[in-house]
């Protein structure tokens, strides 16, 4: 099936379409991000407002929205212009006045006619102790009154888009919603007590009462769960597409790790030792790998990929590990290189840099076998780069690095087993989201010996004191980052800043000892300013956040973050774990510009108080939501409309469980409930995922 299921046309085609719905509304829907009728059913009500109707707005809740039979009494027509239009009039205990500005009097007249009874529903407010409703929503005769629902929907709104306007445009396309055939596991949805799909929409969009807005309530729950569903199918088909590439297992002999291990100061950690023995089961399977190994910064992920590759090269085939910067693949090459020579083994380095004949005799090894393991950026997956046997892929650091982008890899056509690492703590319920294609290794346990980074909150107008502590530190043998302003707007404001910094430093501490690095220098002027750091030359590297990733410079102790409200959490905890990876004690200054927002202080506040990258990402995502925290376009993480992926963690893990296992008893999805589950990634937009059936 690769174009869309006929049944679902009408839930596709224009918004025109609908009746009631103009070209006008059409465009205003767009602030909403509706452009089919599909999108108006899948936007449910935020709230709800209480209609029932009352004897007397007389010990009503005010402000609030009151129904209410009265005889309309009086009405009194504004004094000056522009003043407002009152009718009085009397409910069962009390009189209170309808308010109208800029009223149409002979229409008012005509519609509240003295001495008549009339239903009106609207907000109470009290003004002057006197009750009044200004602008009534509804103005009907008694025999009419049903026409008013006791529980109303409340809709979303935008520019232009009014209650009306969306009710009558939701309930348009709900005369659409066809009825689907069953996506979900029929055991999962009668414990769970959900209903059908297109019981689900319409009780959705017809609450009866507050608690049927509530995320647990079964239309929304179900509806909550089939967005999982979609997304979770996508990457177990992506999962299933990739494990399906290998054709042969990697066993490892263990002789050429062994002679690393031996060449190295310390032995592993528990956790490393576990994350290594997974991998090693993965490579040795005749599937194909595809597993994130996740841990804060500092816990050795580097060795651990290392021993990965070496597997690859004891099988007698290569591995490549790519990093995201040219800094940090010349890094990994500085690191890595000895204790690749250790064990005989040939690791080279390929980056957008290598031209010419350099880069043309790099190929010609790689072709050859020659070079066993290749450390570099982008460049190593460029067309014209190829391996003679390549084992297994690294991807360093990515958190950039989306669902779509390992799909990319996995159509490089070699058969090599994936391993990507994040050094991004990231809360469970987005671990399932953002890789629930990939199975799991997490090092959860730093290297012996790290001593605790202190932590201090600085004022800005203390800038003084900072600077002469950093002198009397760089006397004493100490190196500092020193980390400038996050400027949205504009790189250039960025670099002015870093500039200007660079340059009063320098005057202070004096010429030489100061470097610096930001974003627009040249690959080359960028290297060299890190060299001269990492060899100890300057001393204090000006910085913008192009140090975020990786960077290791052990005898680094103190890091100075200026305006450290304006980075965000992760950032802040990627900055601060380039410190304290060293013997000596080490300090983060975070200066802040007073007063802070509330969320700076409580950012801030949360850097003081602890280091744990895994907590750190759990307030990250309280604070800033899913979507924002791993940045929705890149992540390849669908945009949920009703699902709640904090809230609804659990549900998550069933449906990945859940697709995991449609995807193993049916991976064409041809059975009928597979087949219904294409539906539902139509249903969903789930593009990628319809791709991969219809090739695969
Ligand atoms: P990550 O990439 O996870 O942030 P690295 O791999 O860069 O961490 O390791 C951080 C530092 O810890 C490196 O200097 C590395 O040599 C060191 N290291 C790694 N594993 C161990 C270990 N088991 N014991 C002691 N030090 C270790
Ligand atoms: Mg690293």
């Given amino acids: 099936m690769s174009s869309r299921p006929e049944i679902l046309f009408p839930l596709f085609a224009g918004l025109d379409t609908l009746p009631g719905v103009g070209p006008k509304t059409v465009k205003n829907l767009d602030g909403l991000e509706i452009e089919r009728p599909r999108d108006l059913i899948f936007t449910l009500p935020i709230s709800g407002v209480d209609r029932r109707k009352r004897k007397t707005v007389q010990g009503a809740d005010l402000p609030g929205v009151v129904t209410v039979e009265v005889t ?126 297109h019981a689900a929409v319409k009780a959705a969009h017809n609450p009866q009462i507050l608690a049927d807005l509530s995320p647990a309530h079964p239309a929304r729950e179900r509806l909550a ?42 032995s592993l950690t528990g956790a490393q030792t576990r994350a290594i023995s997974e991998i090693a089961a993965d490579m040795a399977q005749e599937s194909r790998m595809n597993r994130l190994l996740q841990g804060d910064v500092g816990s050795g992920k580097t060795l651990v990929a290392l021993k990965a590759l070496l597997i690859a090269v004891e099988a007698g085939g290569q591995g490549v590990m790519m990093a995201p910067t040219e800094i940090l693949a010349r890094q990994h090459l500085e690191g890595l290189r000895p204790l690749a020579e250790s064990a005989g083994v040939v690791l080279e380095i390929l ?68 391993l990507v690492m994040t050094a991004t703590p990231i809360p469970r319920s987005l671990a399932l989201a953002q890789y629930g294609d990939m199975d799991v290794s997490v090092l959860d346990e730093k290297p012996p010996g790290r001593k605790p980074i202190k932590t201090a909150l600085v004022n800005m107008a203390r800038m003084d004191e900072v600077v002469d502590h950093l002198r009397k530190a760089i006397k004493a043998g100490h190196q500092a980052y020193w980390v400038c302003p996050l400027v949205e707007e504009s790189e250039a404001v960025d670099l002015s800043s870093a500039e200007e910094r660079f340059r009063r430093l320098r005057a202070s501490l004096g010429e030489g000892v100061v470097g610096l690095v930001h974003g627009q220098m040249s690959a080359e ?129 069933v449906a990945q469980s859940d697709a995991r296992k449609l ?27 319809i791709r991969l059936i219809s090739v695969g």
């Fill in 72 to 197: 309309v009494g009086q009405h009194r027509a504004p004094a000056r212009r522009g003043g407002a239009y009152r009718v009085v009039v009397e409910d069962e205990a009390t009189a209170f006045q309808l308010v109208f500005f800029h009223a149409n009097e002979p229409y008012l007249r005509q519609i509240l006619p003295t001495g008549a009874r009339r239903v009106v529903s609207g907000k109470v407010e009290l003004f002057d102790g006197m009750a009044q409703m200004v602008h009534p929503d509804h103005v009907l005769e008694p025999r009419e009154a049903d026409e008013i629902p006791e529980f109303e929907p409340v809709y979303p709104l935008t520019a232009g888009i009014t209650q009306k306007m969306m009710s009558k445009a939701v309930a348009a396309a709900m005369t659409r919603a066809p009825e689907l055939a069953e996506w979900i596991d029929p055991a999962q949805k009668a414990q769970a007590g959900w209903p059908g799909w």
């Fill in 225 to 266: 769960y089939d967005e999982f569903l979609a997304h979770q199918l996508t990457l177990a088909l992506a999962r299933a597409r990739l494990r399906r590439g290998k054709g042969r297992a990697t066993v490892g002999t263990g002789a050429l790790q062994a002679m690393v291990l031996q060449a190295l100061p310390y």
């Fill in 351 to 418: 980056t957008g840099r290598d031209k010419g004949a350099v880069r043309k005799a790099k190929l010609a090894a790689l072709a050859k076998g020659d070079i066993q393991i290749l450390v570099g950026t982008h460049a190593v997956f460029q067309k014209d780069v190829e391996f003679a046997d390549l084992r297994l892929a690294v991807v360093d650091e990515q958190h950039r690095f989306g669902v779509r982008q390992r799909l990319e890899l996995g159509r490089k056509g070699a058969l090599a087993d994936v």
């Fill in 525 to 653: 002027g960028k290297d060299a300013a890190m060299r001269a750091f990492q060899a100890g030359e300057t001393s204090v590297l000006v910085a913008t956040t192009v140090i975020e990733v990786g960077v290791d410079v052990t005898n680094a102790t103190i890091m100075v973050i200026e305006r450290a409200e304006s980075f965000g959490l992760a950032q802040l905890h990627q900055l601060r774990g380039r410190v304290g990876r060293g013997e000596a004690d080490s300090t983060c200054l975070m200066m802040y510009q007073a007063p802070l927002s509330q969320s700076g202080e409580q950012r801030l506040a949360t850097m003081r108080d602890t280091d744990d990258g895994f907590k750190i990402s759990e307030v990250d995502l309280e604070m800033r939501g899913a979507g924002d925290l791993i940045g929705t376009a890149q992540s390849g993480l669908p945009k949920f409309r009703v699902a709640d992926l904090e809230a609804q963690t659990a549900l998550m893990a």
């Fill in 663 to 689: 995807m193993h008893d049916d991976p064409v999805l041809q059975s009928p409930r597979g087949k219904a589950a294409r539906v539902l990634l139509w249903l969903m937009q789930q593009d990628q995922a």
